[in-house]
């Protein structure tokens, strides 16, 4: 079993939809990111956080340290969120990363 | 602030031969962190160079290697190139590095590492 498992891998919506990604770890952290990953490659960091919830813009991302489980929300999606969304817990002093989310945003 | 640069962009090399990839951080961090991502095994932790130490090292064969200099850029090394080395290779620049007090990572466009 994978220490850092999201769901779902893939994700097809249409335009204004909301949208949530999740995010489950079985290691002890220090903190998650959330990142966003575009087609060639370049990576965006969107959130890090250890507890809570935090919000930039359409984006909120919330963290439930107990239940070792984080989700990202979008609101109002739009054709360019289309991306893949990546989940990594820092733990044991590395990265752990989540497979990734392809989101596909139809207008 | 300029960002997080990375040189070659794209190389292609063949078996046996070794690379050296380049990554210059934002000023001012002295964390660098390198990544490699594959379609088969996603991302994953190579190793965190803070202060010119390593600090931290993923699961990785001994051909990987890497070096950090005064100014915070740092290099990576693989020697005895081998196919399956084909790969994305990320780094990532951070304020105060893994296990530091904060650590929001800043990514570098990449180097296509091309083995034939």
């Known amino acids: 079993k994978n220490e850092v498992e999201q769901s779902p891998q893939n994700l097809t919506a249409q335009e204004g939809e909301f949208i949530t990604i999740n995010c489950s770890y079985s290691?002890?952290?220090?903190?998650l990111h959330w990142l966003q990953q575009h087609p060639g490659g370049g990576i965006v960091s969107l959130f890090m956080?250890?507890?809570g919830k935090k919000k930039h813009g359409r984006l909120i991302a919330t963290i439930n340290i107990q239940e070792k489980h984080s989700s990202l929300h979008i609101t109002a999606s739009h054709p360019r969120d289309s991306a893949v969304y990546i989940c990594a817990v820092d733990g044991r002093n590395k990265l752990i990363f989540g497979t990734g989310t392809l989101l596909a945003v139809q207008p | 602030k300029a960002g997080v640069t990375q040189t070659p962009r794209y190389l292609i090399k063949t078996r046996g031969q070794q690379v050296t990839l380049s990554c210059s951080p934002i000023?001012?961090?002295?964390?660098v962190s390198w990544y490699q991502q594959t379609p088969g095994q996603g991302l994953q932790f190579l190793f965190e160079?803070?202060?010119?130490?390593?600090?931290n090292k993923g699961n990785f064969p001994g051909r990987f290697s890497g070096r950090q200099f005064s100014n915070s850029r740092s290099e990576m090394n693989v020697s005895t190139l081998e196919l399956g080395d084909s790969a994305l290779y990320l780094c990532?620049?951070?304020?105060?590095?893994?296990?530091?007090?904060?650590?929001?990572?800043?990514f570098g466009p990449g180097t296509r590492l091309t083995v034939l």
């Open positions: 290691v002890g952290i220090s903190a």
């Open positions: 160079y803070f202060s010119e130490t390593q600090r």
């Open positions: 000023s001012g961090h002295r964390s």
């Open positions: 990532a620049s951070s304020r105060d590095g893994l296990a530091g007090g904060y650590n929001e990572q800043f």
């Open positions: 956080l250890s507890s």
